[in-house]
Each structure stands twice: as structure tokens, then as C-alpha cells.
């Protein structure tokens, strides 16, 4: 296989998000997630607007009525119904149980392209993809609790359903990134979650306290986190399955459960289990394997 930008930018988008993943960690102590996920957003759209505008100047995008429908849709379902289902989840289940119920990301989208983009794997990439989900569920292992187990399928439930239409979503705006500008197709699914999100704080009577709090935020911490760990993993994510295949991009992304441990024990001095180093070593050897 030979290592492409898709691939590059697929990696590159999984440490950025272990990056943002460990700023993300402090935020969450001064913001609800709602509102940090609104805020975020809408500094990444700032961010992506006078990105647009470099690149392209004013004018608009050459897409079919079509293509801006399903880019918008696949924001709207990815960036904002997504994130409220695993939001609830997290809530019911926990960090430790959605973090396992997280791998089942890449089998989505490996059985949709396979299913809606006829991508196939070669023996050294299913090789490759096997190294990496055993690591990953090294490194995301906990042991199972029986409140869980007994009591909060409907939890499983919806964290299952927000991974799978996270998955959708990417491989539904798949064929429309090949063809289209990166920059304006993420501008588009981010404004179109952004509306969605705005409309959901006023719906439930949020929003003007997020405005009046927005003086009170940790600026230093919040602008770092947004830039790497939304701005740019966002865009280094569609541009990984704009110029990769998905079911490629998709595995390639699972290394930043592994990335987040390592910086998590390098960065924040967290304890990390041989069992997790064993897992971070399985899940870049798989890494290697598929970019070989």
C-alpha cells in the first residue's frame, strides 16, 4: 500500500484529536458539555469561514442542489444528533463503557463502504486492521460492571446508535468530498450542526446563559483546544476519507485511543497499565502495517 495524503492526514487527525482530547479533559470542568460543544463549534466556524476565504475568496462553491442537501444532512446527523446521543449516553454509562462501545466506529463504516462504496481490504490491510482494534481494546478495556450489564441497556443503546450515525454520516458525504472543495464542505457541516445545536440550547432555554458566561470561559485553555482539537483533527478527518478510502480512514482514526493514553501519561503524568502499553505497541503496529 503506498501512503498517500489521505492516509498522512488520517493519522495526523487522530493525534490532533488525543491533543484536544486532553485539553478537552480541563474545559469539561468549567463547561457543560452542551455549551463547550456550542462554543467549540462555533469558534471552528469562525476559524473555517476565514479559512474559506483565503482559499477561495467569496465566491460559492460549484455544488449540486443534491450535494450541499447531503453535506448538510451529514452535519446535522454527525456533528449535532451524534454528539446529543453520546452525550446521553456518557451520562448513563460512563466514560470507560462508551470508550469500548467507540470501536464499534470503524466495523460501521467498514461494513457501509463496503456495502454503499464497494471498497474491499486486501489481506495486509485486514491484517493491519486487526492489529489495531486489538490494541485498541487493550487500551480501552475496563473491567465489566454489573450496573451496566444489569441495568443500562438503553445507555449502550444510544451510545451504539450515536456511533453508528456518526459512521453514516461520514460515508453518506464520502463520494461528494472526492469531488468538492474540503474547506467549503466542512464550512457546510459545521454551520449546518451549528444551527442545529443553537436551536436545541434555545428550544431548551440555554442559550443566553451561554452568552453571558462566554466572558467567564478559560480563553487560553479553550482557544488551543478548539484550533487542534476541532479546527484542525475536523479538517485532517474528511480530508483523510476525501483522499483515502473510508473503510481506511476509518481504522487509521482508531489510533487516537491509543494517542490519548500516551499523551495522557507523558502530558498529565496518568498511570498507564502494561496492559495499555501493550495495546498502544499492538495498535501502532497496526498502523505501520496498513501505511507498509
Not at 487542534?228 to 483533527?233: A, M, N, T
Request: proline share 4%; charged share 10%; hydrophobic share 60%.
Amino acid at each position: 500500500m503506498v501512503v498517500g495524503l489521505g492516509e498522512a492526514l488520517s493519522v495526523g487527525c487522530a493525534l490532533a484529536w488525543a491533543v484536544g482530547v486532553i485539553l478537552y479533559r480541563r474545559l469539561g470542568e468549567h463547561i457543560p458539555p452542551l455549551a463547550l460543544t456550542f462554543v467549540k463549534n462555533s469558534l471552528v466556524w469562525a476559524m473555517l469561514v476565514l479559512s474559506v476565504l483565503a482559499v477561495h475568496g467569496p465566491s460559492w462553491p460549484a455544488l449540486t442542489a443534491e450535494q450541499w442537501v447531503l453535506t448538510a444532512l451529514s452535519g446535522v446527523l454527525g456533528m449535532a444528533l451524534a454528539d446529543v446521543l453520546y452525550l446521553k449516553a456518557l451520562n448513563v454509562i460512563g466514560a470507560g463503557a462508551m470508550g469500548i462501545i467507540g470501536n464499534l466506529y470503524s466495523p460501521f463504516v467498514i461494513a457501509l463502504s463496503f456495502v454503499f462504496l464497494g471498497e474491499r481490504f486486501g489481506m495486509q490491510q485486514a491484517f493491519g486492521f486487526a492489529l489495531v482494534m486489538s490494541g485498541v481494546l487493550l487500551v480501552g478495556y475496563r473491567s465489566p460492571s454489573t450496573e451496566v450489564v444489569a441495568g443500562q441497556l438503553k445507555g449502550m443503546v444510544l451510545g451504539g446508535l450515536s456511533i453508528a450515525v456518526m459512521a453514516v454520516a461520514i460515508v453518506m458525504v464520502k463520494r461528494v468530498l472526492e469531488v468538492s472543495p474540503l474547506f467549503w464542505v466542512t464550512l457546510i457541516r459545521m454551520t449546518a450542526a451549528l444551527v442545529m445545536l443553537g436551536g436545541v440550547l434555545v428550544w431548551r432555554g440555554e442559550l443566553g446563559s451561554v452568552v453571558r458566561g462566554l466572558p467567564l470561559l478559560p480563553w487560553r485553555l479553550l482557544l488551543p483546544a478548539a484550533f487542534v482539537g476541532q479546527y484542525l483533527s475536523t479538517l485532517m478527518w474528511l480530508g483523510g476519507y476525501k483522499y483515502a478510502p473510508a473503510s481506511v480512514s476509518a481504522v487509521l482514526n482508531e489510533s487516537a485511543s491509543a494517542f490519548i493514553v500516551l499523551l495522557a501519561w507523558l502530558w498529565l503524568k496518568e498511570p498507564v497499565s502494561r496492559r495499555a502499553l501493550f495495546g498502544i505497541a499492538l495498535t501502532l503496529s497496526g498502523v505501520a502495517v496498513m501505511l507498509s
